[in-house]
């Protein structure tokens, strides 16, 4: 399958229903006969679209379900019938949206919707009536404390053209005066798209007087395959330089000053990070690099380097091995140079960003700063991969940390050490 690049496969009765993304990098819905199938040149019922990706799909009595997002924070419901494909209106603006059917016989449908500042709320669908009806399965909770947190979607403009998308969260109160604390989360790797989600630390952040910045940088999915083949391998450039630009984009725009911004990037999103500080070290106050991969050129040694191959590239081949050595921000440390404060975490259990990878990076870092700012390394005895294997109370905790350093290096007074008094 993966040659035919045969997605979501769905048989039924003598046919198979599949998403392809052959010759069509933002996915198509098709069919093809089981006793001769073709999946290279089936029968193509929904053909791809420009800018939406066919996320997932569905096939009922009434014909077939299916979403696509748009820049990976705009979702979308459509049903195709009868050779018709009609886009349905949801029932409010959802930024991530999954289908649920009682099977290919039956006319019953619900979706599941939900975005950066709405709890995943469940609709049954009505295709007599076009309308919705909301039937949660357990009952939502009210958050007024959240009430005035607005949301941004726009697209910077990347210094090769490309348009970047970029989510802001914050609180309508907020000015752009310069002076706002904003926090910019980024990954960028797998093709996997960062999809809007009920997020309350993100909020909480926002009520606080900051900024959430969501960099939706080359790597991810958030464009269909070609985004994501845009920061692959010898193109992985790409995705640390769109998280510089968007950075830049926020400070000229007047929403941010460099002394006010912290980078957040966790596992692979380390690579994001970490390069972003060897290659504008001036351009950031802090940087929390979260069980990151800071070390690609040794990645391949570990337990789960062998499966990142594909992704990232070998030591064994010359091309991806000066690939791997330009995406390694362990290499491109200098002596002498001013680096932004910088949190640096591992699990000890962790087997895929094993933790002597991000132990060395902090070694060096530490061992070459020249600045006055704090670079600190903490294990987690306890953790795996960021807050796998550990419980709700340690994981909260974790986050938390996070937070409160951000918090702290960026200003916010609430945060700052208060002077020992007790004699």
């Known amino acids: 399958y993966k040659a035919d690049k045969v997605y979501e496969k769905k048989p039924i009765g003598k046919e198979v229903y599949f998403m392809s993304g052959y010759n069509s990098p933002n996915f198509k819905l098709c069919k093809t006969n089981l006793d ?46 009868n050779g018709k494909d009609i886009p ?40 007599k009536t ?36 970029l989510t802001l969260i914050y609180d309508k109160s907020i000015k752009k005066n310069g002076n706002t604390p904003v926090l910019i989360d980024a990954y960028g790797s797998y093709g996997t798209t960062y999809s809007p989600f009920f997020a309350r630390s993100y909020l909480m952040w926002a009520k606080k007087g900051g900024i ?82 800071t070390n690609t050129l040794r990645n391949e040694i570990t337990p789960n380097g062998p499966g990142n191959v594909p992704e990232f590239g070998t030591v064994t081949k010359p091309d991806e091995f000066k690939a791997l050595l330009e995406m390694d921000a362990f290499h491109h440390i200098k002596k002498g140079e001013k680096y932004p404060a910088t949190l640096i975490t591992s699990g000890i259990n962790d087997s895929r960003v094993v933790s002597w990878m991000p132990a060395k990076f902090a070694a060096k870092l530490m061992a070459n700063d020249a600045s006055n700012n704090p670079i600190l ?22 986050v938390g940390e996070i937070f409160a350093f951000a918090a702290w290096q960026l200003g916010l007074p609430e945060y700052q050490p208060k002077e020992n008094t007790t004699k």
């Open 88 to 127: 349905i209106k949801l029932p409010f603006v959802a930024g991530s949206l999954s289908i649920q059917t009682k099977g290919k016989d039956y006319s019953d449908v619900w979706i599941y919707c939900s975005g950066w500042t709405n709890e995943t709320r469940r609709f049954k669908y009505d295709v």
């Open 36 to 81: 001769k199938p073709d999946f290279k040149n089936p029968e193509i019922l929904v053909l791809e679209k420009k800018d939406e990706v066919i996320q997932s799909f569905e096939v009922t009595k009434d014909g077939i379900y299916y979403t696509t997002t748009k820049n990976g924070v705009d979702a979308r419901f459509y049903l195709y019938r």
């Open 130 to 165: 076009n309308g919705f009806q909301e039937e949660n399965l357990v009952p939502l909770i009210d958050y007024p404390e959240f009430e005035g947190v607005f949301v941004e979607e726009t697209s910077i403009k990347a210094r090769d053209g490309e348009e970047v998308p």
């Open 212 to 293: 959430v910045a969501i960099a939706h940088v080359r790597g991810g999915g958030e464009k269909g395959e070609r985004w994501h083949k845009a920061g692959y391998k010898e193109t992985k450039p790409n995705t640390w330089r769109d998280l510089i630009d968007c950075t830049e984009y926020l400070i000229k725009e007047g929403y941010t000053s460099k002394d006010k911004v912290a980078i957040w990037g966790t596992s692979a999103g380390g690579i994001t990070m970490g390069m972003a500080i060897t290659e504008k070290p001036d351009l950031f106050k802090t940087a929390i690099i979260d069980v990151g991969a």
């Open 377 to 398: 390394y903490k294990v987690d005895y306890e953790g795996g991969h960021g807050s796998s294997g550990v419980d709700f109370a340690h994981a909260y905790a974790r």
